[in-house]
């Protein structure tokens, strides 16, 4: 049995710096993948795209790769999107013709196509025309785990159809162990004959046993990317396979020269992208969840460790194994309408007092000086989503706006005694379901950047973060003054500080603001003062 070993770091990778690889890396990548033996280096991708600036291994013409020494051991591949060629104008052949020459006059051998079950028989014509073109044939399927044996077969079945290569499985989601790799080998072997090849996900550190295991089983063709960069957590890593696969590859191998590339260029990437997996990648490998979901909330500093959990319990019921950016931004544009509401916050917080708790570990940790502080002071206190630090009894009111973060919470909410400050009657009809028979208090907000706004039943904020919106609703009830508890910050050098410190200029800024004043130690560039002072 031979053993073909496919680096794609070049293309799997480009999800984390848009596919802008300098031609010093590449070249060195080249060099150490010769020395390796790698049978197949995929490029990139070759595409359409134009939105957005991607770099030139997203599209991997026959010109980009002209300026590279290609070692002559190693075959070159690229990667297309099903999808891009079924929704082209011209049709699956149509958008072939239009990316590739014939084979005789590319320096590219192997063409794989990716594509989801649903778009399998429909791209298959295009492995016809590609072969016919001179070139080496693939194709993925996508997202496998999560089909039938019956869909699997089928699949099998009709691949077997078309002169391919190889046919190719990969496991998406992170969500596969060795078991059910071997499982899907087997269903895959009763009607598909040729070649089958893997592509690992490492969200639950499965990545190298399930690729070890699919060799064991009969496949021939094996992905891996260096360090493992590649879209979420990544893959196996090509360096791990090499040692793993070497005697059953029995080719000359030299590590080190992959291992000097990885100091010089790939192991600094590494810290600055931080792909490679972790909790939060084991969870949504657990539960089926794009990766994509985790790799954009951990590069984007308005997620805090909390939220995240909250949004993979939320795809976690309302499944999110396609990825759909719109889902991550519904709490910043889903506000984007004339807002609405009916709750008057004057009712309760005019010329009042107002205490907010924050999630932070300053309410826990002076827990007993705020409480005394409640009970002596009489102030209005007003927690952010479901923060439970401080004795129910002594809580007016709760406050919680974002609508995944909402949804994740509702079975909280429901329990919780206080009422609930939201803009209710502008929540999604699933949302407000989920809640029930919770009493809602309908304060309305809109978003508008760098903007506060205060009105008697609605408000405009920067963002839908929870504490823009409790800042307008407290202005906009006319309360006298604000107390912030829990509202700690992050570490030294964590991004979201600076973003509360502008939110906080913005609000500060504006005439109606009130004065704010922190009782538990914070690093927000705000007055602070002692809770222990003060009682």
């Not at 997996?277 to 909330?297: C, D, R, V, W």
């Not at 590069?299 to 976690?316: G, K, M, P």
């Not at 630090?389 to 005694?417: G, K, M, Q, T, Y």
Request: glycine residues 8%; hydrophobic residues 40%; charged residues 20%.
């Amino acid at each position: 049995m031979t053993i073909k070993l496919i680096d794609c770091t070049l293309r799997d990778g480009g999800y984390y710096n848009d596919w802008d690889f300098s031609k010093e890396l590449i070249q060195a990548y080249l060099r150490a993948m010769e020395a390796i033996s790698v049978d197949y280096v995929e490029l990139g991708f070759r595409s359409f795209e134009s939105k957005g600036f991607k770099g030139g291994c997203y599209y991997t013409t026959d010109s980009f790769i002209q300026q590279f020494d290609i070692p002559a051991n190693i075959n070159l591949g690229v990667m297309v999107n099903g999808s891009e060629l079924i929704k082209h104008s011209q049709g699956v052949i149509g958008a072939l013709q239009h990316l590739f020459v014939h084979a005789s006059q590319s320096q590219v051998k192997l063409v794989r196509i990716a594509c989801h079950l649903h778009e399998f028989d429909l791209a298959l014509p295009g492995c016809t025309w590609l072969k016919n073109q001179g070139y080496q044939v693939g194709i993925n399927l996508m997202q496998i785990a999560d089909r039938s044996e019956l869909e699997i077969e089928q699949v099998a079945a009709l691949a077997s159809e078309f002169p391919l290569d190889v046919l190719y499985f990969a496991d998406s989601m992170g969500s596969m162990n060795p078991k059910d790799t071997a499982k899907i080998i087997e269903i895959l072997k009763r009607r598909w004959q040729g070649a089958i090849g893997i592509h690992t996900h490492d969200n639950m550190g499965h990545a190298l046993a399930n690729s070890t295991q699919a060799v064991h089983d009969g496949v021939t063709w094996v992905d891996g990317t260096v360090t493992g960069m590649g879209r979420g957590p990544g893959n196996v890593k090509t360096e791990y396979l090499t040692i793993e696969l070497d005697e059953l590859r029995k080719v000359k191998t030299n590590i080190t020269p992959l291992l000097g590339v990885i100091k010089k260029y790939f192991r600094p990437m590494q810290i600055h992208y931080g792909w490679g997996t972790n909790s939060f990648y084991f969870l949504a490998g657990k539960y089926g969840i794009h990766p994509t979901y985790i790799q954009e909330m951990l590069n984007d500093f308005r997620f805090s460790e909390e939220d995240i959990i909250a949004v993979i319990e939320y795809l976690r019921n309302v499944g999110g194994k396609k990825f759909s950016l719109a889902t991550l931004e519904a709490g910043r544009h889903f506000y984007s309408d004339e807002p609405r509401g009916s709750w008057e916050p004057s009712s309760i917080l005019a010329e009042k007092e107002v205490v907010l708790l924050g999630t932070g570990p300053g309410v826990k940790q002076h827990q007993a000086a705020l409480e005394e502080y409640i009970r002596k002071n009489k102030p209005i206190v007003i927690a952010l989503n479901t923060q439970t630090n401080v004795s129910a009894e002594l809580i007016d009111l709760r406050v919680a706006c974002h609508p995944v973060r909402l949804l994740a919470d509702c079975n909280e909410h429901v329990a919780l005694p206080q009422p609930l400050v939201t803009p209710a009657s502008m929540l999604p009809d699933e949302v407000r379901n989920a809640l029930g028979n919770k009493k809602l208090l309908d304060f309305g907000l809109a978003i508008k950047t760098e903007t506060f706004e205060f009105n008697s039943t609605h408000c405009v904020a920067p963002s839908s973060s929870v504490i823009a919106y409790v800042l307008a609703l407290a202005t906009s009830g006319n309360a006298s003054r604000i107390l912030l508890a829990g509202f700690d910050g992050y570490p030294a050098g964590d991004t979201r500080n600076d973003e509360m410190t502008k939110l906080l200029e913005v609000y500060l800024e504006n005439p109606n603001a009130k004065p704010l004043l922190s009782v538990t130690p914070t690093r927000y560039a705000i007055d602070k003062t002692s809770i222990y002072q003060m009682v």
